[in-house]
């Protein structure tokens, strides 16, 4: 599939109607998306015949990428339940299989840790302004879960900040930015005093250390 | 979710030393077909834990996995993949619940979704 298809398909997925600020949902654009899953696929090959996780999938856009794109299965979770149903709804219009799962990311685990069973982790997670150092719990996680790669978005703001913990803390042997994005985050939430602000984010790759020894 | 999905969960209470696998409690179950593909099913095979798979599939009412975990050479053999294959990725929990062997506490399951997260005195 080309960039320019996978981004209109994803451009007709519903998205959230009340969103939830204290989960800083926030949704992942089609713009934002199909690149973060075509960079994945086309630059690295982590993505079509692979088991790819979506970490705090919303409204499903990450997960949804990566199932057009090929992966051979799609995990997809969230703590929200309502996001959950969205995704569902449109994973269901785009007769994609993705199996969800609630849970709340921090406590996840299980036994998919242990066996390696997750290639890929792909995720937007929350930027940590409502609530301190969120990102990193999700990151580190990823980290856990993930055989071969992680890619995510943090603000650029924190770029120093991410690779310091990434590398020190979170057992990943390297962290790369592919490139910077602007996403546009539109006036959702009342405490938004413009109509529509971007902020600079970094779209990241991250290799977790185990995978050292399989030659990659 | 899928028996593939639910190879992958465990029950993570706090104190929960063997939260693997987890029973199924079943009030409905769904098919839907989806292609055959041999070489993801031979990917997968070997990070099955089989007798959670087994035993999950006959809570869902589908007996014809061979009980032992099969030899690899089965995976040449078109019946066996196509048995496996259904198992992992056609038969859906649509409703019902994954339960704790070792608590029995109870993770619904509504509209194909297991609710795995935790009570605050669970963490």
């Given amino acids: 599939m080309k960039l320019k298809q996978l981004e209109s398909v994803l ?5 959230f109607s009340n969103p939830k600020v204290e989960l800083e949902q926030y949704p992942t654009g089609p713009h934002i998306a199909s690149r973060m899953l075509y960079t994945a696929e086309n630059s690295f090959g982590d993505v079509s015949n692979k088991v790819v996780a979506d970490f705090g999938c919303g409204c499903g856009t990450l997960g949804a990428a990566a199932t ?5 299965q799609v995990i997809a979770i969230d703590i929200d339940s309502d996001s959950l149903e969205l995704a569902s709804e449109n994973a269901a219009d785009l007769e994609l299989d993705i199996d969800f799962v609630q849970c709340d990311i921090r406590n996840l685990e299980w036994r998919v840790c242990s066996v390696g069973h997750v290639d890929t982790v792909v995720m937007n997670p929350p930027f940590g302004t409502r609530k301190k150092g969120v990102d990193m719990d999700f990151l580190s996680m990823a ?13 650029t703001s924190t770029r120093e900040h991410v690779k310091k913990a990434a590398l020190r803390d979170f057992n990943a042997s390297s962290a790369e930015v592919l490139c910077e994005l602007r996403y546009d985050v539109p006036q959702l939430y009342k405490f938004h005093k413009k109509k529509e602000v971007d902020i600079a984010v970094d779209l990241w790759r991250f290799v977790p250390k185990r995978n050292l020894g399989r030659g990659i | 979710m899928r028996l593939l999905t639910h190879n992958m969960l465990s029950s993570n209470i706090k104190g929960v030393a063997n939260g693997f696998p987890l029973l199924i409690e079943v009030e409905k179950v769904i098919e839907k077909q989806v292609d055959f593909n041999p070489d993801f099913l031979k990917n997968i095979f070997p990070k099955i834990e089989w007798q959670a798979l087994v035993q999950a599939s006959r809570s869902m009412g589908y007996s014809e996995l061979p009980e032992e975990s099969p030899e690899s050479s089965m995976l040449d053999s078109d019946d066996f993949l196509m048995k496996f294959h259904h198992v992992l990725l056609e038969l859906h929990l649509e409703e019902g619940a994954l339960v704790c062997p070792e608590t029995g506490r109870k993770f619904p399951v509504n509209k194909g979704i297991p609710n795995m997260l935790l009570h605050e005195d669970e963490v």
């Fill in chain 1, 68 to 72: 057009l794109l090929g992966a051979d």
């Fill in chain 1, 143 to 155: 980290l856990k879960v993930a055989s071969q790669a992680v890619y995510s978005l943090h603000k």
């Fill in chain 1, 11 to 15: 451009g007709d997925l519903e998205q």
